[in-house]
């Protein structure tokens, strides 16, 4: 029972072979490329007649003079001949070439571009003459105009003598435009009687009155060779021995797709048996379901194993997370600490600025002659009233006194501005400290601002850098109104972007540098405020890592000060933005966040 069995799926397996192998061959018979070589063919033919359109537009803009260059007469016949080429060819493995029909039409296209290019040529020499002509009547004319405004004579006959001139050329002009006996006859009468008129006029003037007369005798010559030429041209059937080979095309392809018509019936009909013949195998096949549930089972078990070491694999890829998470965690609090450290690092510039000055004034302090004066008081205690009246020193003591109080009072006040200062700049420090707080999810502190008082103490915080680098600054402040703002975030981005402007411009001097600070109102909505140097500039490859974390084109650089101004804009929902025109052409940094007003107390 068995062994039938198997006899008949293998008989059957031999006659769904033998079904295939003829559906395989029907189908390599029907599917021929000769449906893609007519569309290519009749596409070839069709840009051949394209070209051959183009050709003769060529031919009728060289002869109205609208391009004075001949190569367009010259390409589209070389692309057609290309073309011609490529289809050659493919006719020919076709086996076209050998029916007289197709011989004869594509020896009739082939005589008909030859007799084509030869007039075209013809029409190029004829033409290129008449079109010299042609342009230089103005200037024969011009020539008999300037002579005869060189004469001293009879004003009538001269002025007779260049009307003449002047119709005759423009006879020529209109003869060139539109060709008839008529004009023909008029402009020989013209020459003729330019040619009486040169006899009345001195010698200097019968050389140019022959240029013109021979340039207008030539164009009476050539203008109808040229449109005689162009009647010829027009007349060569290229485009109807094109036709002829597109219908021939049309025939041999409709003849192709009958007999592949009958090649697909035979298909379709192989494939209904072949298509019974399967189901009939495949209720065989379903009785194999036994042995299927068993492989089934065996995969399920497979299965159940890959499940598990995927499991595994999970727990330790969830593993490794955690410990990719530390890390970032880790290189996000040295990412904030050196931000804290760069910000210091610049406010500190200032602290030490003001603690220097400080000890600077207390050294020189005038508060030393106070010692001195005391001394001759001391000395003269027991005779100080005629010490003060008599002697030539205590008469002078009073206003001395006088002078050191006002000396040691402007030395005070100074002292107290530069020890605020400092301790603006001590406040600051501190605030950098709790700004940077906001990155773990603290919230920034809004508070009423000028801007222009803020610029000042960026300023005097980068007062010492900036006297050292002989930087001018340059202010553009606009009428802003107080704003509420995070003061610190500001103050922080104001000093990174001032102290870069200085840096970029310590290597200039072939001339003065320049920072221009800008504040304004953009759209009512925005506050923008702006820095512009005039130093090194920013290369183009440069532009768009400018604010990454750690990027630098300083050497003593750290890469922190701009992406940390970046991440504080951002903070207060806004963006910081650079320009530059290149290399040695300064940089603008633009800061702009969104313009609060501050509130109206009730």
């Not at 391009?67 to 076709?94: C, G, I, K, Q």
């Not at 402009?187 to 240029?211: A, M, Q, T, Y």
């Not at 202010?475 to 001032?498: A, F």
Request: with cysteine.
């Amino acid at each position: 029972m068995k062994t039938t069995n198997r006899r008949n799926l293998a008989l059957l397996g031999i006659v769904a072979l033998m079904l295939a192998s003829t559906l395989l061959f029907l189908y390599l018979k029907s599917n021929s490329n000769q449906t893609t070589t007519y569309t290519e063919s009749r596409d070839l033919i069709g840009r051949i007649k394209q070209l051959n359109a183009q050709w003769e537009t060529e031919i009728l803009k060289a002869r109205v003079a609208i391009s004075h260059n001949y190569d367009p007469l010259v390409a589209p016949l070389t692309e057609m001949t290309n073309l011609w080429e490529r289809f050659d060819p493919m006719e020919s493995n076709h086996g076209r070439n050998e029916s007289p029909i197709w011989r004869a039409s594509h020896d009739a296209y082939l005589t008909a571009i030859q007799e084509k290019t030869r007039l075209v040529e013809q029409f190029k020499s004829h033409n290129a003459v008449l079109r010299n002509s042609l342009a230089f009547l103005p200037t024969a004319e011009d020539d008999i105009h300037e002579q005869l405004a060189r004469v001293d004579g009879d004003q009538l006959q001269l002025q007779n003598i260049a009307t003449d001139t002047y119709d005759l050329l423009l006879s020529s002009l209109e003869f060139a435009q539109v060709t008839s006996d008529d004009k023909a006859a008029d402009i020989l009468l013209g020459l003729n009687k330019l040619g009486v008129n040169k006899l009345r006029l001195p010698e200097p003037f019968h050389s140019p009155i022959d240029i013109l007369s021979n340039h207008i005798a030539l164009i009476l010559r050539e203008q109808p060779v040229v449109n005689r030429l162009l009647e010829n041209i027009e007349a060569v059937p290229v485009a109807e021995r094109l036709d002829d080979i597109t219908n021939l095309l049309n025939t041999d392809q409709q003849r192709t797709d009958t007999v592949d018509q009958r090649y697909h019936f035979y298909m379709l009909l192989f494939s209904v048996l072949l298509v019974l013949l399967l189901v009939y195998l495949a209720v065989h096949l379903m009785r194999s379901f036994t042995v299927i549930n068993r492989v089934n089972k065996a995969l399920q078990t497979a299965n159940e194993d890959l499940e598990l070491r995927v499991e595994e694999r999970t727990r330790e890829l969830r593993d490794t997370q955690s410990e990719l998470l530390d890390t970032a965690r880790q290189a996000g609090m040295a990412e904030i600490a050196t931000n804290v450290l760069h910000n210091v690092g610049n406010v500190l510039n200032s602290v030490n600025i003001s603690a220097d000055l400080v000890t600077r004034k207390l050294r020189g302090s005038k508060a030393q002659g106070l010692g001195k004066a005391m001394q001759l008081i001391n000395e003269h205690q027991g005779d100080l009233g005629d010490f003060l009246t008599e002697d030539a020193k205590g008469k002078l003591l009073p206003g001395y006194l006088n002078q050191l109080v006002e000396a040691i009072a402007l030395e005070q006040q100074g002292m107290t501005d530069e020890l605020a200062q400092l301790t603006k700049s001590v406040d600051h420090i501190k605030d950098i400290v709790a700004t940077q707080q906001s990155y773990a999810g603290a919230n920034s502190l809004m508070e009423p601002l000028h801007i222009s008082e803020l610029l000042e103490d960026a300023l005097r915080m980068n007062s010492g850098a900036l006297t050292r680098h002989h930087v001018m600054v340059v202010k553009e402040y606009s009428d802003v109104p107080q704003v509420m703002g995070d003061k610190h975030r500001l103050l922080l981005i104001l000093i990174n972007l001032i102290s870069n402007a200085k840096y970029a411009m310590s290597d200039l001097s072939n001339r003065p540098r320049q920072m221009t600070l800008g504040v304004k109102i953009v759209d009512d909505t925005t506050l923008q405020v702006s820095v512009r140097d005039d130093g090194e500039g920013i290369a183009e490859e440069n532009m768009t890592r400018i604010f990454a974390h750690g990027f630098t084109t300083r050497k003593e650089g750290h890469g922190f000060g701009l992406h940390s101004c970046a991440l504080a804009a951002i903070e207060m929902n806004g963006h910081l933005t650079a320009h530059s025109d290149g290399p040695g052409r300064g940089a603008l940094f633009t800061l702009q966040i969104p313009l609060k007003a501050v509130p109206v107390e009730a």
